[in-house]
């Protein structure tokens, strides 16, 4: 993919504002003693599906509908933030939406998505199983066929990134969490665009690690299992065009555990009253895990979502 110029990336947030408000960034005096550095969280958990991936889905379909008006239908494969902004977005575009998820997929999302007015199908025991469903489904029902990372998703993202560099200077790193790969680079492009001295640090479960092999080998590495209750993470195979981005823009890949996640889940809720799922965790157990490296600096964490189940949020409050 091209990175974006800044006045493109400009373009892009004047027309996400339209649709939606910015979130904010927050620095929680009590988190940012506990990390041992001064704290910014990113709360795109604020947003109105609960994500970040709404800002993508928007400009996604937007620029689709521009180019295709004649489409009136999509689908898409989830774990259930980005199937939320597909069918956000074509409830505000007037069109059909069908998202598929894997089997035991959360509850709580699959019923936002279909309350969002998706036509939400169970199929595939992981993600990657559920794309290949997702296609078929797109040819046998005549549906476009949106893709979980592409440029304009990426363009769309980019302005959560605009937001947070422009109202906190002179960050010394940033975290934030991979799944497939288009909230890391929409970092990367407007750090870049920005030309600001700024680590990026990107953050996977230990136990759906793929990037974190690929970025350590300098190659595509695939994983036979995602096995970790935080689903945004849950990707076996990385996208090309994604790692391609990564190892050479990005200054690590580290992996937490899904118990450094839940803690953080408690922390984030303990600290700022804030819920977290488990990606939008895994950023604060990534600076909480790297204390030392981080202290005294100014760090933000992209708390990318906050769509958990009750459960899950419970068992994450209750660990010791």
């Given at each position: 993919?091209?990175?974006?110029?800044?006045?493109?990336?400009?373009?892009?947030?004047?027309?996400?504002?339209?649709?939606?408000?910015?979130?904010?960034?927050?620095?929680?005096?009590?988190?940012?003693?506990?990390?041992?550095?001064?704290?910014?969280?990113?709360?795109?958990?604020?947003?109105?599906?609960?994500?970040?991936?709404?800002?993508?889905?928007?400009?996604?379909?937007?620029?689709?509908?521009?180019?295709?008006?004649?489409?009136?239908?999509?689908?898409?494969?989830?774990?259930?933030?980005?199937?939320?902004?597909?069918?956000?977005?074509?409830?505000?575009?007037?069109?059909?939406?069908?998202?598929?998820?894997?089997?035991?997929?959360?509850?709580?999302?699959?019923?936002?998505?279909?309350?969002?007015?998706?036509?939400?199908?169970?199929?595939?025991?992981?993600?990657?199983?559920?794309?290949?469903f997702a296609g078929a489904l797109a040819e046998e029902r005549k549906l476009h066929?949106?893709?979980?990372?592409?440029?304009?998703?990426?363009?769309?993202?980019?302005?959560?990134?605009?937001?947070?560099?422009?109202?906190?200077?002179?960050?010394?790193?940033?975290?934030?969490?991979?799944?497939?790969?288009?909230?890391?680079?929409?970092?990367?492009?407007?750090?870049?665009?920005?030309?600001?001295?700024?680590?990026?640090?990107?953050?996977?479960?230990?136990?759906?690690?793929?990037?974190?092999?690929?970025?350590?080998?300098?190659?595509?590495?695939?994983?036979?299992?995602?096995?970790?209750?935080?689903?945004?993470?849950?990707?076996?195979?990385?996208?090309?065009?994604?790692?391609?981005?990564i190892l050479n823009n990005v200054a690590a890949v580290v992996s937490v555990s899904?118990?450094?996640?839940?803690?953080?889940?408690?922390?984030?809720?303990?600290?700022?009253?804030?819920?977290?799922?488990?990606?939008?965790?895994?950023?604060?157990?990534?600076?909480?895990?790297?204390k030392e490296k981080n202290k005294g600096q100014k760090v933000a964490a992209i708390?990318?979502?906050?769509?958990?189940?009750?459960?899950?949020?419970?068992?994450?409050?209750?660990?010791?």
């Open positions: 993919m091209n990175l974006l110029s800044i006045d493109t990336i400009r373009n892009n947030a004047r027309f996400v504002y339209s649709k939606m408000p910015p979130s904010p960034q927050m620095e929680w005096p009590l988190l940012s003693k506990r990390a041992g550095c001064e704290l910014w969280l990113k709360h795109e958990n604020h947003n109105p599906t609960g994500s970040f991936k709404v800002r993508g889905g928007l400009t996604y379909l937007s620029n689709l509908l521009t180019e295709e008006p004649e489409v009136q239908g999509v689908v898409a494969a989830t774990r259930g933030n980005f199937g939320q902004s597909v069918a956000y977005a074509a409830s505000r575009f007037g069109i059909q939406s069908v998202v598929v998820v894997p089997f035991g997929n959360s509850t709580d999302k699959n019923l936002l998505m279909a309350a969002l007015g998706a036509e939400v199908i169970e199929a595939g025991a992981d993600f990657d199983e559920s794309i290949q066929l949106m893709p979980s990372f592409h440029d304009d998703l990426v363009a769309g993202v980019s302005t959560y990134a605009l937001e947070l560099f422009e109202a906190v200077a002179k960050l010394d790193r940033v975290y934030v969490p991979i799944g497939l790969g288009s909230g890391i680079c929409s970092v990367v492009n407007v750090r870049n665009a920005l030309n600001l001295d700024c680590e990026i640090i990107g953050v996977v479960s230990e136990n759906a690690n793929a990037y974190q092999l690929s970025f350590e080998a300098g190659k595509f590495c695939s994983t036979n299992s995602a096995d970790t209750f935080a689903d945004g993470l849950a990707v076996r195979n990385p996208n090309e065009e994604a790692l391609e981005i899904d118990r450094e996640i839940a803690l953080a889940m408690q922390a984030i809720f303990n600290d700022t009253h804030n819920i977290a799922e488990g990606a939008g965790a895994a950023t604060t157990a990534a600076v909480l895990k790297e708390l990318t979502g906050g769509n958990v189940n009750r459960e899950v949020f419970v068992d994450a409050l209750s660990l010791e």
